[in-house]
């Protein structure tokens, strides 16, 4: 049993929509607001149905599931 030991089988039906919720994950995480509307203007043209939906929030998920290496207040002075 390792450290960050994942057995889960959750695979996504839509990996491609895994991908995106994942992408749309870090962009947030970053404040990469350029790749959050290309993300959002990417999934409003496309329309999602509830299983595309449920894939996209299972990446989106899986990316938040992870700690930050770092606290943005690192290196500040006070």
């Given at each position: 049993?390792g450290?960050?030991?994942?057995?889960?089988?959750?695979?996504?039906?839509?990996?491609?929509?895994?991908?995106?919720?994942?992408?749309?994950?870090?962009?947030?995480?970053?404040?990469?607001?350029?790749?959050?509307?290309?993300?959002?203007?990417?999934?409003?043209?496309?329309?999602?149905?509830?299983?595309?939906?449920?894939?996209?929030?299972?990446?989106?998920?899986?990316?938040?599931?992870?700690?930050?290496?770092?606290?943005?207040?690192?290196?500040?002075r006070?």
């Open positions: 049993m450290l960050f030991s994942r057995k889960n089988n959750d695979t996504p039906s839509n990996p491609e929509m895994a991908e995106l919720g994942r992408e749309y994950a870090i962009a947030k995480r970053h404040g990469d607001r350029k790749s959050l509307g290309r993300i959002n203007r990417q999934i409003g043209t496309a329309g999602m149905s509830d299983t595309d939906r449920a894939s996209f929030e299972s990446g989106r998920d899986s990316y938040d599931a992870i700690p930050p290496a770092y606290s943005k207040r690192r290196n500040r006070r």
